[in-house]
């Protein structure tokens, strides 16, 4: 899953870039229409995989004389995510109102041959700006749409390698670009199995522009007034996505009792699918092997390597399988509740979830009932219950 925490024992190095809207008001903007319209011609085979990429210019500032800091270690940094593809190299760029994460999978210094430029957005050319480098992405994911605070939060879990390691700042800490960060917590943000259960494969670009206008505010609104900041951060990036999709469906239309809200339980579930299904994974990861395994639809399959389990799925797992109870046990807080409680719950709401994908209305009462259990709008809601949980 792309949370799951790397094994690696010495930490990964990762970039941290801001964008200038001085030079471009809508610069991220640019770089994923551009690759979204690649990706377009990719679907239509008018371009191969290998043509599915954009670059980032590290602008130079005419007003820098010396030598960029850091420069040699940023491009060996980048040029890792092309030598080693599977340990995935990222690029975080902000323009401290919202983030972004990026897969590095090249590196490119001077000028661009005329074959590049269909991979460049045109205003990088049209300003005549110059770049100390290239970062070719392979792929750009959203983390935090307009909300600062949470863009701090997000910024807090990396390390500058070259501020004694010290939690990334926006204040006082963005200087010499780009930062050298490592990441503690091992997140991987472009794992293609992830990418394969939540987004049918396609980009993360491709994934986040469907989701539709709008949910940065959600997201903000309820980090702010209803789940609270450790909730979150706590929360995978796609959950936190489906989670505000589900919640700005849900406003929109809780006056209407004749609306279906299918959709709003749909989000609901697969938000916490992806949640269940990453905590399984990431908590099992350094267990024995035995305790990995369970009989999933007459097979015996490692929960580590496995794909996406349903709801179903998870409520057996969790409730039936004594190894992986406790392997949980012995590495989580509160485990007896995840092993305990909450497969009665996804079982429970695998009897509304299961109908709603298979065109069955869902009325606003039976909505409302199951959002407000999993938020927690009026009690202790499962996601929070889940965010909770902690290791030893």
């Known amino acids: 899953m792309g949370a799951s925490p790397s094994t690696e024992t010495t930490p990964r190095r990762h970039l941290v870039s801001v964008w200038n809207p001085s030079y471009a008001s809508t610069a991220m903007d640019e770089h994923l229409a551009l690759l979204l319209d690649l990706a377009r011609q990719d679907d239509e085979e008018r371009i191969g995989e290998d043509d599915l990429y954009v670059w980032w210019g590290k602008v130079r500032s005419p007003n820098r004389q010396q030598p960029l800091a850091h420069g040699a270690e940023v491009r060996e940094v980048a040029a890792a995510g092309a030598s080693a593809p599977d340990d995935e190299t990222q690029l975080y760029l902000t323009d401290y109102r919202s983030l972004y ?49 949470a863009v701090i939060e997000e910024l807090k879990l990396l390390r500058n390698v070259h501020y004694n390691d010290r939690p990334v700042s926006i204040y006082g800490g963005m200087v ?24 049918a494969g396609r980009l993360w670009a491709e994934w986040d522009a469907e989701q539709g206008s709008g949910l940065g ?22 959950v936190r996505t489906f989670l505000a999709a589900a919640e700005r469906d849900f406003r929109a239309h809780r006056s209407d009792a004749a609306f279906d809200f299918a959709p709003v339980v749909l989000h609901l579930a697969k938000a916490l699918e992806v949640q269940c299904n990453a905590l399984l994974r990431r908590t099992l990861l350094r267990a024995p092997a035995k305790s990995r395994l369970a009989k999933v639809q007459d097979q015996t399959v490692d929960l580590t390597a496995y794909r996406s ?40 709401f695998a009897e509304v979830r299961n109908p709603a994908a298979h065109a069955s209305r869902v009325d ?29």
């Open 101 to 149: 994460v990026a897969d590095v999978v090249g590196l490119h210094d001077g000028e661009f041959p005329v074959s590049e430029q269909p991979h460049v957005p045109a205003y990088y050319r049209q300003q005549k700006l110059n770049c100390d480098f290239w970062f070719r992405l392979g792929d750009i994911r959203r983390l935090v749409a307009e909300d600062t605070l």
């Open 176 to 199: 010499d670009l780009p930062l050298v960060v490592t990441r503690p917590d091992g997140r991987r943000y472009f794992d293609e199995r992830e990418r394969d259960e939540v987004a």
């Open 309 to 348: 389990l349903t709801l179903r799925q998870l409520a057996h797992v969790l409730a039936t399988e004594r190894e992986v109870a406790s392997a949980l046990g012995a590495v989580l807080t509160d485990a007896r509740w995840l092993t305990g409680q909450l497969p009665s719950i996804l079982d429970a």
């Open 217 to 238: 505010g959600v997201e903000r609104e309820l980090r702010e007034n209803l789940l609270g900041d450790a909730v979150c951060r706590a929360l995978e990036p796609a």
């Open 364 to 392: 606003r009462a039976l909505a409302t009932r199951w959002r407000d259990r999993l938020l927690g709008v009026g009690c202790q809601g499962v996601f929070a219950e889940l965010a909770q949980l902690r290791r030893r």
